[in-house]
T-cell receptor, first 114, second 113 residues
């Protein structure tokens, strides 16, 4: 299995809702990432987990809460989002946090906040 | 800090034309360099990579050479196809940035039949 999967593919939520995004990989990768991508822009890093511990938080608002229950799974819990949080949310993984390792990206979750 | 500069798009070509997308970088240490491609409605896919100076990455007819002296990693393809229409991102990873990927702004390529 050489892919990163993300669910759901699309999500529409109101500003008072609580929802979660899920990311899974079975490549034995030990570093996992959450990115936010707005239209016509490059991905922006949000969080990095290394060996299931949060190692980087790019000053992301607390309405985004990441969780790494095990080495294969990464969640992003969403609460009280704003319309400007509408974007494509990408998950990625890499064998370890080494400089030469490419990141493998999932297909993304397209989030719309009403 | 690390940065990547890509040529501004959009780029529009006819099928079988030659493609060059310029990419230059600034980084601490010895970065690894990547080209990612994003097809409409999809995530990013690694197209090719190079991890040290003078390395040439290649895949699906695309090539890029890691030039340390000019801090460049230009993407080339000799004959583009309609199916190459996508957004192309140049990126780097260096120890100085805790192995994060630093992306260029992306270049939209449209290939017409």
């Amino acid at each position: 299995d050489t892919e990163v999967t993300q669910t759901p593919k699309h999500l529409v939520m109101g500003m008072t809702n609580k929802k979660s995004l899920k990311c899974e990989q079975h490549m034995g990768h030990r570093a996992m990432y959450w990115y936010k991508q707005k239209a016509k822009k490059p991905p922006e890093l949000m969080f990095v987990y290394s060996y299931e511990k949060l190692s980087i938080n790019e000053s992301v608002p607390s309405r985004f809460s990441p969780e790494c229950p095990n080495s294969s799974l990464l969640n992003l819990h969403l609460h009280a989002l704003q319309p400007e949080d509408s974007a494509l949310y990408l998950c990625a993984s890499t064998p370890s946090s080494g400089v030469s390792n490419e990141q493998f990206f999932g297909p993304g979750t397209r989030l719309t906040v009403l | 800090g690390d940065s990547v500069t890509q040529m501004e798009g959009p780029v529009t070509l006819s099928e079988e034309a030659f493609l060059t997308i310029n990419c230059t970088y600034t980084a601490t240490g010895y970065p690894s360099l990547f080209w990612y491609v994003q097809y409409p409605g999809e995530g990013l896919q690694l197209l090719l990579k190079a991890t040290k100076a003078d390395d040439k990455g290649s895949n699906k007819g695309f090539e890029a050479t890691y030039r340390k002296e000019t801090t460049s990693f230009h993407l080339e393809k000799g004959s583009v196809q309609v199916s190459d229409s996508a957004v192309y991102f140049c990126a780097l990873s260096s120890g100085g940035s805790n192995y994060k990927l630093t992306f260029g702004k992306g270049t939209l390529l449209t290939v017409n039949p």
